[in-house]
C-alpha cells in the first residue's frame, strides 16, 4: 500500500527542492523512531526522561571538544589521536541528539524546528530564505 506521502511526492517532479524536502522528512522520520525506540527503553518518569537526554546533548558536546584536541594533536598523552573527519562526525552526533531531544520533548518536533530556523532566518537573513529566493 502507497503512503499518501510516497504518493503526493512521486507525481512531483525531481527537483532539488523535492529531494531536499524528502531528505529532511526520512531525517525526521528516523529522528522520531529513535525517539520512540529511547522512550520504550526507559522506565523512569517523563521529566527524568528529557533531563537525561538533555544531558546528553553537552555529552556529546564534549566528544566535540575531545575530537578538536586529539585533531589538533594538543593532548601530550595521545598526540593526533582524531581527524577532522572524526569532528565532523562528533557535530552530527551533537545535532541528532538534539532533535532527539526535542523530539522526546514536543510530539511536533518538526513544526517547532522548522518554525525556529525560520526566525533565524529572518533575525539574521533578513527574511531571505531558499523558498524566497526561488
Not at 45 to 72: D, T
Not at 111 to 119: L, M, N, Q, S
Request: hydrophobic share 35%.
Amino acid at each position: 500500500m502507497t503512503s499518501r506521502y510516497e504518493a503526493e511526492t512521486s507525481r512531483r517532479p525531481h527537483t532539488a527542492q523535492n529531494r531536499i524536502e524528502t531528505q529532511v522528512t526520512d531525517t525526521w522520520q528516523t529522528i522520531n523512531r529513535l525517539a520512540d525506540r529511547l522512550e520504550d527503553h526507559s522506565t523512569l518518569p517523563r521529566e527524568q526522561r528529557v533531563l537525561l537526554q538533555l544531558l546528553k546533548i553537552q555529552e556529546e558536546a564534549g566528544e566535540v571538544a575531545e575530537a578538536v584536541i586529539g585533531a589538533m594533536g594538543q593532548n601530550p598523552r595521545k598526540g593526533y589521536s582524531h581527524t577532522w573527519e572524526d569532528v565532523e562526525a562528533e557535530v552530527c552526533d551533537v545535532i541528532v541528539t538534539g532533535m532527539v531531544a526535542l523530539a522526546r520533548m514536543n510530539p511536533d518536533a518538526t513544526a517547532v524546528f522548522t518554525r525556529h530556523v525560520e526566525r533565524i532566518a529572518e533575525r539574521d537573513l533578513g527574511g531571505v530564505s531558499e523558498r524566497t529566493r526561488q
